[in-house]
């Protein structure tokens, strides 16, 4: 696919996937698309003994737990932890869950899991939660404009796009007010767009990538407002305030009540099925609506 007249040309810098919600992220060459984002993002949650989700928000432990994808499944491994394999189809019996607003139903995935994490966060009565493809979990669709978009456990959208340049520019104001540039890690994208320039992300109308299997196409709906998750430190779970308050200064958003953005969500509007890659090109025309 190509778009010699769009606006807008990049590529496809780097895909992460976070198997486990709020875990730490796995950085892939390729990753397939299906109907909720990339194939088992969000697909695990942990949740306490009433169902309610946990995040780094509040657990920043859970920043330490590293997923590795393997043909089976995902294998978890966290310090002082033995490894934990979980397998890829869901099982066990349905549970409860809430993430935000959303209450729906969720598998079990087992004891084992349960007291692993329970044990790693020094919580009793976790349990760990996989999404159950036969609930439909949609987006907002104030954002979407009535699109049905569907999802896991992420927070709200099936996709984040963000820009390397997007980072470079808050790594600079970070440097600037004397502290250390940053990781794309703690801003969680699943994809990175190099080509761009800086925050160039918030004004696309659709992307278009040209996929070898075929065109994909994404579209952008929401700015990303940002909680204090950036301020975490994915090597050491320790938290610094710098980050979330360098975005504040210059990234404020009216429409997400004063809160930062950094990257837009998206959802997938062609290419279920499909598998990106690092390096793929993409295009898009300006949406400054």
Known sequence: MSSPDAAVHARIARLF??????????????????ATGLELDRAWMVVDAGGVFLTQ??????????????HAG?????????????????AGPRIRVRVWKDTLDARDAGDPAAQW?????????????R??????????????????AINQFV???PLLVVGEASLAELN?????????????????????LSGIEAHDEDSLADIRIASRDGPVRLQPVKPCARCPIPNIDPATAERSPEVLATLTRYRADPRMDGKPTFGMNAILRGGIGHTLRVGDAAAADWNFG
């Not at 996937?17 to 299906?34: D, F, H, I, N, Q």
């Not at 033995?82 to 869901?90: E, F, G, H, K, T």
């Not at 600079?172 to 801003?187: D, F, M, N, S, V």
């Open 74 to 90: 995902v294998r978890l491994q966290a310090p002082g932890m033995p490894a934990l394999r979980l397998p890829a189809q869901p």
């Open 57 to 70: 928000r509040e657990w920043p432990r859970l920043a330490l737990v590293h997923p590795h994808i393997e």
């Open 117 to 129: 994490f329970s044990q790693f966060l020094g919580q009793q009565g976790l349990r760990l939660a």
């Open 155 to 157: 927070d709200g959208y």
């Open 131 to 148: 999404f159950d493809p036969q609930v439909r979990r949609l987006s907002d669709l104030t954002w979407t404009r009535g699109i049905e």
């Open 172 to 192: 600079r104001r970070l440097r600037q007010a004397g502290h250390g540039a940053i990781g794309i890690e703690r801003l969680r994208p699943n994809l990175v």
């Open 17 to 34: 996937v976070y198997p486990v919600k709020s875990c730490a992220g796995v950085a892939l060459e390729e990753a397939r698309l299906t």
